[in-house]
């Protein structure tokens, strides 16, 4: 029985029935080549090990607060003030950006002794756009005798001129022609007000 059972076993080996042969010799040599591969790594392996505990413990000693970092942000306790100004400073990265706020308080970087005049928005005394300033601000439309035309200062230029109206706030949206420099003129709602007012020295305030 066991002399039959070799003869067909030697039978299906040399006629690679069902490629038993093929199969079997392909396993073998992929064994070879695993263990011929993986030979070096597990003759290193200790010294590998030892490798990954030693920078392990560097960086726990040198770093402690970066390897603690998750232990620390769990004990983290967020109070009223702080959840209030990380909630301010989440809304304040959506709000429009626009002019910051101004403090109607803070005195004046520069004083100017000049002369005064005024003027309106008849066609006469401007250009064929009365209303227009040089900013593009409407003033006919805007309809408030806050606004005055200057060469020397920056338009939206916040001046005041306490002598002749105390803490009133003007602001330079228009310009004068270009031959008047250290002149400033006042835009008024009235022709007949504008002649009035004539020229005046006074001294500007500019914030």
């Known amino acids: 029985m ?30 070879v080549r695993l263990e011929i591969l993986f030979k070096p790594i597990r003759r290193q392996s200790i010294n590998i090990s030892t490798l990954v505990f030693i920078l392990v413990a560097t960086a726990y000693l040198l770093f402690p607060k970066l390897t603690n970092a ?3 942000l769990e004990q983290v306790v967020l109070d009223d003030e702080t959840i209030s100004m990380i909630v301010s400073s989440m809304q304040n990265e959506t709000t429009d950006y626009g002019r910051l706020p101004r403090s109607e308080d803070a005195p004046a970087r520069d ?15 401007t250009d064929d756009t009365p209303c227009i300033t ?74």
Not at 153 to 165: A, C, F, H, N, S
Not at 195 to 205: L, S
Request: aromatic share 16%; net charge negative; hydrophobic share 40%.
């Open 2 to 31: 066991l002399n039959k059972t070799i003869t067909q076993f030697n039978r299906i080996w040399d006629e690679d029935v069902y490629y038993s042969r093929t199969a079997l010799t392909g396993i073998y040599q992929f064994l």
């Open 70 to 72: 998750d232990m620390e």
């Open 134 to 207: 040089a900013s593009g601000l409407d003033v006919c439309a805007r309809n408030e005798e806050n606004v005055v035309a200057a060469n020397f200062l920056p338009i939206g230029t916040r001046v005041r001129i306490p002598e002749l109206y105390g803490d009133r706030v003007f602001y330079v949206e228009d310009r004068m022609n270009v031959r008047y420099h250290y002149k400033m003129d006042i835009w008024m709602k009235d022709l007949q007000n504008a002649k009035t007012f004539g020229v005046k020295y006074a001294t500007v305030e500019v914030f």
């Open 111 to 125: 004083y100017f002794k000049i002369p005064l005049t005024a003027y309106t928005s008849d066609p006469a005394q």
